[in-house]
């Protein structure tokens, strides 16, 4: 069973590609979501704005109808060359591990990973999965640790979010949108997104307003819909806060919680629990289809973790994030 490039996937082989992923979920019962067929597709096909997805599989037989064993994804965000660490994601059948199939996907992708000029890749993966000790075995280490968090909307008293929103600070105000973020106001989400420091130390780029752009058409090139919340300060435009809700296509009833963030110096005067009601009221009124919502917070993150327990978050499952340095990588 040979690796193949799949970058350009046919309808069959994108079906033998989500089988993998249903089958990779199916395996573990603490796992989220399997994404729906329409979704699998919809990444596999639409690319990264700004940027390229390099993919690869090994079939699980010598005909095409066999099917897939293995699959391996690498996106390249950015221009070749660039300080941004490539992402990894590589899946195995479960009735084909241990047979050398994600070593084999991982040196393809290490070939394709230094072609493009990048030094490091990461990768995010579920605790206590095969995937943790295959990462450490291949010269990944963790640097961050993720605590999923769901919250179930069904549980949350009718007209809390109100009574939060209308707790707001003094001094501050709401703005929203939906998609791309305006022209206006792309520096300054740019600026806020800074805030998320335990990102920033690995990601290797910092934020700017292309950057924020390209992230929200990768959402909609997907076939997601993004949405943003943001506290301003006073009358003027400075971000003090935001938060960020993608729906993915189809909802499936589970929306993503993206960033979160309060400028430092706005802290303490609940601005993350501020945006975050004000998020849940507009999801009620423009997607009543979405009955939870899920969410990674930084494992020593307590105060955002505190905010999403005050909301009725409940803790569903640990992931951690690795990252290998492009010379380290089998070849």
């Known amino acids: 069973m040979d690796v193949i490039a799949l970058d350009d996937p046919t ?10 992923l249903a089958a990779v979920h199916a395996d573990d019962p603490a796992a989220e979501p399997a994404p729906e067929p329409d979704q699998t597709a919809a990444r596999l096909l639409g690319g990264v704005p700004g940027g390229r997805q390099r993919l690869w599989a090994v079939p699980a037989g010598p005909a095409p109808g066999d099917g897939l064993a293995a699959v391996a994804a690498l996106l390249l965000p950015g221009d070749p060359g660039t300080g941004r660490p490539a992402e990894i994601d590589i899946r195995v059948r479960p009735e084909h591990r241990r047979r050398g199939l994600g070593r084999r996907l991982l040196t393809a992708a290490a070939a394709g990973l230094r072609a493009d000029g990048r030094t490091s890749v990461i990768a995010q993966v579920l605790a206590g999965t095969p995937a943790v000790p295959f990462l450490e075995s291949h010269g990944f280490e963790c640097v961050l640790t993720l605590r999923g968090m769901v919250l179930d909307l069904a549980e949350v008293p009718p007209g809390r ?8 600070p003094a001094g501050y105000r709401l703005v929203r949108w939906r998609g791309v973020v305006p022209d206006g106001r792309a520096a300054a989400l740019a600026r806020a997104k800074t805030a998320m420091a335990d990102l920033a130390e690995y990601e290797g780029a910092p934020w700017d307003a292309a950057r924020v752009r390209e992230m929200a058409e990768l959402v909609a090139k997907r076939g997601d819909d993004l949405y943003t919340v943001a506290a301003l300060t006073g009358a003027g435009d400075a971000i003090a806060g935001f938060t960020e809700m993608v729906v993915p296509a189809g909802a499936a009833g589970r929306a993503a919680q993206y960033d979160t963030a309060v400028v430092p110096e706005h802290r303490g005067r609940r601005i993350g629990i501020w945006v975050k ?9 423009e997607r009543p289809e979405v009955r939870e919502i899920e969410t990674d917070n930084a494992g020593d993150n307590a105060h955002m973790i505190a905010v999403n327990e005050e909301l009725g978050f409940r803790t569903e499952r640990e992931s951690m994030e690795y990252q290998a340095a492009a010379a380290d990588l089998p070849s």
């Open 161 to 168: 979010a109100a009574r939060l929103v209308a707790a707001g």
């Open 11 to 20: 309808d069959a082989r994108i079906r033998q590609w989500h089988g993998v």
């Open 277 to 285: 009601a004000e998020m849940l009221r507009w999801l009620a009124a």
